[in-house]
């Protein structure tokens, strides 16, 4: 009796001391925010953090934003925290603000360089140059430099005109044309039609006009493939808890995540048609699978077994008391 009453505090105890080492081991091994970017020993982070080019634009949006917090004037955020982030801005803070910095691509991954030495001149030494036709940074060999990590885009980027033509002739995106040192963001949809447009409008006639609108309608069609698998995840979830047969609709639910998980590499090879093709495969696949949900067979109630059993021995339990007495 004693013990039992016990018991309950007891779990009580062990589960918080089980939770707080789980937390503390979790905060310890945690991947550090852009704050802790100073345990990483990278001399090219350490000494460019230090640097703050503020040119004497964004020092003049300083002053009014400042101004205008002074007076408390609460429009100050609104109308120039935009413009202060986007012009005060170097490539240290872009860089720290971006996914990059938090996977621990430094500077040197991308320039080179020697990120063990301590002064400007040695760390720099053996980098070159963007205008130095053997630098990594060079215009045509950007995606060489991207593709030693990102192998899947620069596999598909490499079947393209856009390759072909910034090789032979310079007048062609590379990746930093679409991704931007360096903030490198993956675009939206809605980004696609000043940026495609640029070279594909009607003036130029540099491939279809209709170019920078097919891109936008795939990249949204993309998104809503992206939404299906959601739902469809859903759906089999909720129909495998309440114990139905879900081996056909995983299957199908498998297909389209598969898609979706493609899309980015895929997009890379700018075949608008086959990418659409793809894209309204994938959403099939995630919409029949959500379908199947529905009309899916409950399987045997997996409580049945026990429920059997408990029964058996509950009518031996009565038999037994019956003849007893
Ligand atoms: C001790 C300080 C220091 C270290 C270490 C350092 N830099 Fe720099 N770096 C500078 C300064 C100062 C400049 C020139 C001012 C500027 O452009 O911001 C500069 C300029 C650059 C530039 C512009 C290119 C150019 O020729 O103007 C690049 C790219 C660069 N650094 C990358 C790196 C990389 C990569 C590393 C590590 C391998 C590194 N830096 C290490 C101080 C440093
Ligand atoms: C993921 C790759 C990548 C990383 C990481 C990266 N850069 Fe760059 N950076 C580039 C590319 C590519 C260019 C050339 C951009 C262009 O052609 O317009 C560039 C250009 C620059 C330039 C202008 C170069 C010049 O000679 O005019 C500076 C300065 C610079 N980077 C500094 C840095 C610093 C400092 C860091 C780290 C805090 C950094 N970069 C991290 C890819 C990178
Ligand atoms: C040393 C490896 C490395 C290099 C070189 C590199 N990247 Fe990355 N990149 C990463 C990692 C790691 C991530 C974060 C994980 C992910 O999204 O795959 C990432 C993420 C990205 C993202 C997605 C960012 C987001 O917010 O989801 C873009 C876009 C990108 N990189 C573009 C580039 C471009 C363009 C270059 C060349 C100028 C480049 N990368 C060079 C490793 C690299
Ligand atoms: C013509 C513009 C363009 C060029 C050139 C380009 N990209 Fe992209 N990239 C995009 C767009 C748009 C997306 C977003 C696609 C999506 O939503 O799936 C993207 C997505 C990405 C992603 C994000 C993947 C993710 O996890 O969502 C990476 C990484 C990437 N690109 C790397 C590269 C590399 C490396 C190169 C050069 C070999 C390159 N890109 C060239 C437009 C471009
Ligand atoms: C810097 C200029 C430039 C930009 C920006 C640009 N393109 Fe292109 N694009 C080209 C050139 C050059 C060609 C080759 C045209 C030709 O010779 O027929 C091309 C061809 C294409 C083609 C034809 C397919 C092929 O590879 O044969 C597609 C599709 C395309 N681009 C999509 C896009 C999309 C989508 C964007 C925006 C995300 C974009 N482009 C941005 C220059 C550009």
Redesign the pocket.
Known sequence: MFSKTRTPKKYCIIILYSCALIVSFFAFIAPAGASDLSALNNS??DC?RTLSPFTDEQSRFNEIRQNHTERNISCSLECHEDIIRKKATD??QQ??DSG?SAYY???D???GGNPRAKTEAEAHASMK??KDSNSS?Y?KN?PE??GKCHTEELDHFKNTMHYQRLQSESRAPSC?TCHK??T?RVLKASELVPLCSVCHNPVDQIAAASVPKDAKNALEKAAELQEDVLNAKNAVADAKAKGKDVTSAQLDLDKATAVMDSVPSLWHGFNLKDFDQQVNNGIDWAKRAQFKTSDAEPTVPARAPGVGIAAVFGIFAILYLIRKR
């Open positions: 090219c982070v460019h490539n240290f860089w720290s990059h691509v430094t500077c991954a991308c320039h140059g963007v940074i215009f950007i430099t991207c930093v040192p360096h490198f």
